[in-house]
């Protein structure tokens, strides 16, 4: 060193300064470097690496997918990287990452030559991106945005990634992940797509060609170019002959002259959309109250309740049956219009009312209305079952006027959509829901077809509403604990008035001492409500909602007013189904459930069984009592003409059906019509009414009005099986008597020769069943002039109790 010259010293010196100074810069660079990547984000999203799946739902048996389920468009399986065939592996890695055994996340061999092609295409971008950038980019830092910033992130986050997991694991995590294009993410849903059969058994060609798609899913589509997807695996094909995945020429040449053959998997449809409807609706409910529940994204397998075969009688009979409806809608426009003409009187503004059709033409119709003329534009779909049979000439049309310019009227059509309905089907043991039907058409925009009707906003019930007061009354007691209402007790149908408020029958007439029994079957409003006002408005209104076992608490707005006993409330078909189905469980509610189970697949131990709240509504007691007067309704009440009749017309053909019980509604002018009845097993609840809030018509009444409809279809329901219970149940606390109608008493020979309605075998709790005979008939009373129910006649009945005649509160309108 002392006798190198003093120049090279100097330099030497210098040299190793800056050697000093580079080391310390590039500890602080590797420290700064680790810091970075202290702040980078955690891999806990690889650690407990859980993309959206899709979730399928079947039916009952679990054999028949009804619905797929996907968070957002991600139609995803998971698979292990165990279940990819190797030659899909050598795929992945032939075209995306060829040097993937021997880097450690980033490929410093492909980055240079990136940068030299791109220098030579003038800028023009070539990737250099590895399988572990991807995962990087596409699972861990979601950030797509071509920035510098991004990509040294990516970088250094592929950097992590390869410390930590294995090779096998980061390529099940790119599998898994990576999308392929038509909503296929995943190589178990992409080979689903293209080919229709699982990635297990794909060929060498098909696995090269969803190899290739990554790159520009879209544009390589087979769906959308087939050259340019043939072009692409062809390239896929040729890098594994390269680097020797492929073995021979002559395999990549049969690899390469092999057409692409596509067997598309048809993409899930929807069965039984109203059902599948109400079961994604039951998930947000369930997962907005405990978000723990939420199964959306986990890859269940969702085994609902719905039977498929009941569920297309259901979405048929009521199809057919609105249809029906609209015609007799139209048989009745000349009647409603001689009453619209007295009560509206003259022609004014903002008035609905009937017009008759003078002209028809392509795109309008021309109307007369008492000397007026108008044009009417017609939609493009007209809003009917059938336009060519209410659009005609000498026709007559609802219309609305908005304005009257001399005797022209600027008017519109009136009706928005055809008439619609809903429907449900419970099991009355389990409360499982069987089918719903919520409309004529879920996939009918025009008509409000995704409106579920069957579940959704309600309608009033009217008398459908009845026997959920006088079953609860059944249990209510006195001071003494002794039962205050029995089936015999009698309300005095009589004028009556509350708070300004006079309520009506049906039949617009009064019928005298009422015995409870007969107030039901009769659907006759003033008994009802004064029972309502005997209860008291606070307690009656508490014990309607105990019915209510689809919201519990329940959420029903109820009124203690009197009319709300006639059936004011909205009210849907699930909700009165379920309500109606305590009555054949022995007074046992049951929320209803659309799932019978789930579980993953992929893991045994992961499933749960849907087990519904029970409560107790009623006594087992109270509950037969309502099914016998219910029966009734049926035999000899507002259903006899229709479920009645057929009945009768079954077993007089020797046929044996389960008993039937159940009550008709109808809502003041006819707004909505129902009809809910039950056998031993099952609960059938239907109404028909447009979504506008407007009259059918005059006579659009329950029995009559859906009748028609529920008969075929609970006929079309019984005939699935040969195996259902013949009778309801009779609970040991029960006794069986005669009653007349009026008294509420024992019946005598003079009930039966007044021609006033008798009830056999009325059910009453033990020790509260009449022991007198009827005076009523005996001193000689009149009956005043009892002519029969709405929809015809009278017969012989079942059910009633002593009591007291009674006073009584008010109720509301025509409901029958």
């Known amino acids: 060193m002392s006798q190198m010259h003093p120049v090279l010293r100097k330099w030497l010196i210098i040299f190793s300064v800056l050697c000093l100074v580079g080391v310390a810069a590039a500890g602080l660079s590797l420290g700064a470097l680790l810091a970075y990547i202290d702040n980078l984000p955690p891999l806990d999203v690889l650690e407990n690496y859980r993309p959206p799946e899709i979730t399928r739902v079947t039916d009952r048996t679990g054999n028949n997918q009804i619905a797929e389920f996907v968070t957002g468009s991600e139609r995803r399986e998971l698979v292990h990287f165990e279940d ?283 109307v007369s209305l008492r000397g007026y003329k108008a044009t009417i534009p017609l939609p493009k779909n007209p809003p009917y079952f059938n336009p060519q049979n209410v659009i005609k000439k000498g026709n007559l049309i ?50 409000n077809g995704q409106w579920n009707r069957a579940v959704q906003g309600g309608r009033q019930p009217g008398s459908c509403w009845k026997p959920l007061l006088y079953g609860a009354s059944f249990d209510v007691m006195d001071k003494s604990g002794f039962p205050k209402f029995t089936p015999g007790y009698v309300e005095v149908d009589e004028p009556y008035s509350i708070g300004g408020y006079s309520p009506k029958n049906y039949e617009g007439r009064h019928f005298g001492p009422t015995a409870l029994y007969e107030g039901l079957v009769k659907s006759r409003n003033i008994p009802t409500i004064k029972l309502f006002m005997d209860i008291g408005p606070k307690t009656a209104t508490a014990l309607y909602n105990k019915f209510n076992v689809v919201t519990i608490p329940s959420d029903w707005q109820l009124d203690p007013v009197p009319s709300m006993c006639l059936g004011t409330p909205n009210i849907t078909p699930l909700e009165l189904a379920a309500a109606y189905a305590v009555f054949p469980n022995g007074g046992i509610g049951i929320t209803p459930t659309p799932i019978k189970r789930m579980f993953n697949p992929k893991n045994t131990g992961d499933s749960r069984s849907v087990k519904p709240v029970q409560s107790k509504i009623l006594s087992p007691e109270a509950a037969y009592m309502t099914v016998k007067i219910m029966s009734d309704v049926v035999a000899m009440g507002t259903a006899k003409t229709t479920i009645g009749k057929w009945i009768m017309e079954q077993t007089a053909k020797g046929r044996k059906l389960p008993q039937i019980a159940g009550k008709t509604g109808t809502t003041n002018d ?147």
């Open 398 to 447: 609802d219309i609305y006027i908005a304005d009257i310019k001399g005797n022209k009227l600027e008017a519109y059509l009136f009706d928005k959509t055809h008439v619609q309905g809903g429907a449900v089907l419970l099991d009355v043991h389990t409360g499982e829901i069987l089918a719903i039907a919520g409309g004529d058409d879920f996939y009918d925009a025009t008509n």
């Open 84 to 366: 990819v065939p190797e030659h899909l592996v050598n795929a992945f890695i032939a075209i995306e990452d060829e040097r993937y055994y021997s880097h450690f996340g980033v490929d410093l061999e492909g980055i240079g030559r990136a940068i030299v092609e791109n220098f030579k295409a003038g800028g023009k971008s070539q990737g250099a991106s590895t399988i572990t950038m991807q995962v990087a980019r596409n699972v861990v830092l979601l950030d797509k945005r071509k920035k510098l910033s991004r990509k040294i992130r990516e970088i250094l986050t592929s950097m992590q990634i390869e410390r930590n997991y294995s090779k096998k694991q980061i390529l099940e995590f790119y599998m898994n992940q990576i999308f392929f294009g038509s909503q296929s993410y995943g190589v178990q849903a992409a080979a689903r797509t293209y080919f229709n059969k699982d990635v297990k058994d794909l060929t060498v060609p098909e696995g090269a060609m969803i190899a290739g798609l990554p790159k520009a899913p879209t544009q390589l589509s087979p769906l959308k170019d087939p050259e340019k997807a043939r072009d692409r695996r062809n390239l896929v094909l040729r890098n594994m002959r390269k680097l020797g995945y492929i073995k021979t020429d002559e395999e990549l040449e049969r690899y390469i002259n092999t057409p692409i053959e596509l067997n598309q998997a048809p993409r899930a449809q929807t069965q039984s959309p109203y059902f599948v409807d109400y079961v994604r609706s039951y998930f947000a409910k369930e997962a907005a109250a405990d978000p723990g529940a939420d199964i959306s994204g986990k890859g269940y397998t969702v085994v609902s309740t719905v039977d498929l075969n009941l569920q297309r009688i259901l979405e048929e009979e009521l199809s057919k049956g609105l249809r029906e409806v609209e015609k007799e809608i139209e048989e009745q426009k000349s009647e409603r219009f001689g009453s619209e003409s007295s009560h509206l009187g003259d022609v004014a503004r903002k008035q609905a009312r009937l017009a008759r059709i003078d002209e028809v033409r392509d795109d309008s119709i021309s």
């Open 670 to 816: 006819c707004f909505v019509a129902w009809f809910c009845g039950y056998t031993p097993d099952l609960v059938l609840a239907i109404y028909v009414g447009y979504d506008q809030h407007r009259s059918m018509g005059p006579k659009m009444v329950g029995g009559r009005t859906i009748g028609p409809i529920w008969v075929p279809m609970m006929d079309r329901i019984l005939q699935t099986r040969s195996d259902w219970k013949m009778k309801f149940d009779i609970p040991p606390g029960v006794d069986l008597c005669d009653i007349c109608g009026k008294s509420g008493k024992r019946v005598t020979d003079a009930c039966y020769a007044s021609g006033d309605a008798v009830y056999k075998n009325a059910a009453f709790k033990r020790g509260t069943a009449p022991t007198e005979s009827c005076g009523y008939h005996g001193y000689g009373y009149s009956s005043g002039g009892e002519s029969g129910d709405v929809e015809g006649g009278y017969v012989t009945g079942q059910d009633a109790v002593i009591g007291n005649p009674g006073t009584g509160g008010s109720g509301g309108g025509f409901w029958n």
